[in-house]
């Protein structure tokens, strides 16, 4: 009996794994059968194939059709597999044997008359698809610009059923990959915009210096979200390697643009403070999906009224902070994303978040309970705390703050110099070195470091918050130009992570 054979790819988070798939026809009354694991919108395909194929002026099986999808133990999930399961029945059909299906992974949505429609996670299939040395991938011609961004790969668009089934015969053409592909031009606010608040400015630049965490804590009006808006534009832009990381990740959770797919800055994520565990680290139905802390690897997450946000939402953060991925288990298998991020929290001093501290009307212990949802745990994953107040008259006409083109020269001047000192170890900023590293390899003299000993000894500084410490400083270091921090460092960046708060 006549078996027609195509390849597309299966995507489980950002790993894709190639899908051999089996069109068999054989004596019976006509149905279809659809086995190796398919979800419900790949079940539904067998009905967008059979309308495409008729409506492209070809046949269908008028018998017993069976579709295999191998390995049959890997879940397949989403319409990914339309164009490959046309073509695998179309060659059962006809019986031919045509070169270019054998070395050519499909993917793309059907159509019920023979349109290709664009499909999440192109952008991982095809890279999986030159990872295991197939030489040519066919995506919609709206996934083409995402495509073209892997190279090493002949990439083609297609737009409907005919002329790839044209192409593959060898008697048409389609269209080539775009040789520049344009990335996301996103305009950023200016640090100049925040008026007066000058130690939490400073608290952004070195934050951005070292890709340290940061908590904004004040009252309404005083620039917290301002600030947090401001420091994704004192970032560098992302190497090759993280662009494509960060593009990756969108394009699994659907949110690129089909006309410039290509992430080239640091993104910005901010949650609604109602926001599930879900949402915030990943999750949903089948294989999970990239939550908000994956969407902002390499980027700032913001969440703003943090202490509105859910116990057990601010519980989850731990991990992706300390370990800078995420994994969660489903039903369909264990998904690992990456999810390095800076985290900017701001909140309110208390409940009633009165602009003048004079008209609170909360009590010391609602107070205490109302940041008190900020576990240890959590805070002391944040190196910078910073106390921000309203601003006293004049001060509008007085100061004129210094623009983000200004600050984020020092931060890359900064950034180099923590780049160069580390390159050794495979370490690009002060956020990522080790405590063991700092503490033997980079020990700083006994008076130096006396500030953190004292704080320790009297149980105020854990050793996770000592070696948080000293990367803070290590940072002010690099923004002054010093070779190693000095006592003035240790105690500026020791006197930033209490912010008001003993911790």
Known sequence: MPVGRAFSVAVRALDGHIVEIEADISGGLPSVSLVGLPDTAL???????RAAITNSRQDWPDTKLTLALSPATLPKMGSVYDLALALAVLAAQTKDDWPRLAKTVLLGELALD??????KGILPAVAAAKREGWPAAVVPFENLPEASLI?????WGVRDLRHLHAWIRGEGSLEPRVDSVPSVQRETADLADVVGQSH?????EVAAAGGHHLMLTGPPGVGKTMLAQRLPGLLPPLAESEALEVTAIHSVAGLLSS???LITRPPFVAPHHTSSVAAMVGGGSGMARPGAVSRAHRGVLFLDECAEIATPVLEALRTPLEDGQIRIARRDGVACYPARFQLVL??????????DPRDCVCGALEKRRYLGKLSGP???RVDLDIQMHSLRAGVTTAEDGESTAVVRARVAAARDAAAERWRPYGIRTNVEVSGSLLRRKFRLPPETMKPLDVAAARGTL???????TLRVAWTLADLAGRTSPVLEDITTALSFRQGGRAR
Do not use: K, W
Request: aromatic share 2%; net charge positive; proline share 11%.
């Open 114 to 119: 023979g349109r290709v429609r664009p499909v």
């Open 462 to 468: 854990s050793l996770r918050g000592m070696d948080r």
């Open 200 to 204: 939490a400015r400073f608290a952004v």
């Open 43 to 49: 079940q539904e395909s067998r009905d967008r194939v």
């Open 378 to 380: 959590l805070l002391d």
């Open 346 to 355: 701001a909140a309110n001093p208390c409940p009633c978040a009165r602009p």
């Open 259 to 261: 006309s410039t797919p």
């Open 151 to 155: 190279d090493g790969i002949d990439v």
